[in-house]
Every structure is written in C-alpha cells, then in structure tokens.
C-alpha cells in the first residue's frame, strides 16, 4: 500500500468516525473504551491530537507525567475537558484531506492510531466502524517491526506464534499459528484483549493465555 493510499484510508477511517461520533448520546461519550481508564470521549479527543509540531512537542515535555503513556493519557483527557462534543468532532473532520502527522513519527502511525482507536470506541458500544483489511495488515505490520515509537508490550508479547490473517493475504511470526481476521490480528497486536475471542488455531489458546496473564508486578 503507497503513502497516497494510507492517506486516502486514514481520511476514509476519519470521516467514518465523525458520522458515528455525531450519532452518540451523551451516556456514550461517557462510556468506557476497548483502551483501558479511557472512555470514548477521551479517546476521541485523543484523536485530535495527530498533527503535533515541535512546539506542542516542548508542551509535552513540560506536562511530562514520568511515562509516554501517562503523558499521553493526560494530554487526552484535558483535550476531552476543554471541547465540546461538536468541537472534538470537527477537528476530526477538519484533518481530512491533510497529510499532517505528529513530528517524530511517519504516516503508518497516524494509520494505525486511526484504525485501533475507532475501534477502541465502536466495539464496546456495539456500533460498527469498519477497518479495510489491506489497512489493517499494514499497520499490523509496521506495529510488529517498527523500532520507534518503541514497540507496545502486547507486540512483544507475540513472539513465538504465527499470525495468520483469514480475510486478506497475510502472515507474521514463527510458531504455532494463530488464525483470525486482519482486524482482530491487529487489535490483538495492540493490547485490546476484546478480540481474543476471534482467534482460532494451534497456537489460540496459548497466546490467548499469554495475553490474558496479569502482568508482573
């Protein structure tokens, strides 16, 4: 997949999500998201956050909360606090058709935090959001190989199996093999323990178990 077609994916996932945001109540909004301690407002202010530049860059590092996660967590929920529904939606729509993304990071990461996170909101609240299989494979891809932004524990965590994709032509790792559309591969890739339930095969239940294991304290 070109650069010109992660853009027309990631402009498609953006205004697919704005038509759903526009059609949630405010209980919705309030709800909890497939990311855990985020809701769905959080998440989507989250969203607006794709186009950071040197100077927010500074901003961030002043609000530092001693992790990336934390920090990024924070900057999301004070997002959340400061707009409006409408607002957090328009901004969402007003980034279609840019070819902006966050300084020290490349367009598959704005593909892959467009993918995940609409999903992060529509699957607790039973809506659907559809992710193009070909998409998917490629931010499931850059997620198990890229170097920085380091890798999510939960990529790491798969080391061991073979993904294998039943709805696209794809396939990752060595092992066992785990089978599942390329959209539960690439929520599985990214912590969401709710797609474990689609995967099948050899390796399923172990990995499943893995995923599945408190971490250590």
Do not use: Y
């Not at 059609?23 to 709800?31: H, Q, T, V």
């Amino acid at each position: 997949m070109d650069r010109d077609r992660v853009w027309q994916v990631i402009d498609a996932q953006r205004t697919s999500l704005a038509g759903l945001l526009e059609d949630l109540s405010d209980d919705e909004w309030r709800r909890p998201s497939l990311c855990p301690g985020w809701t769905v407002r959080d998440v989507a202010a989250h969203l607006t956050l794709q186009q950071l530049g040197l100077a927010d860059m500074i901003g961030v590092m002043a609000g530092w909360r001693g992790s990336l996660d934390r920090t990024i967590h924070h900057m999301a929920c004070a997002r959340a606090a400061a707009r409006s529904t409408d607002q957090i939606i328009g901004e969402i729509r007003g980034m279609v058709g840019s070819r902006r993304h966050n300084i020290g990071v490349t367009h598959l990461e704005t593909l892959t935090d467009v993918l995940v996170h609409g999903q992060d909101i529509a699957v607790p609240l039973g809506r659907r959001h559809d992710m193009p299989p070909e998409a998917a494979a490629v931010a499931a891809g850059r997620m198990l190989s890229m170097r920085w932004p380091p890798p999510l524990p939960s990529a790491r965590k798969l080391a061991g199996f073979r993904l294998t994709a039943t709805d696209v032509s794809w396939s990752a790792g060595e092992g066992p093999e785990v089978r599942a559309p390329m959209s539960a591969l690439l929520l599985v890739c990214a912590g969401r323990l709710a797609a474990l339930p689609q995967l099948s095969g050899a390796g399923a239940a172990d990995l499943t178990a893995r995923l599945s294991a408190p971490a250590a304290t």
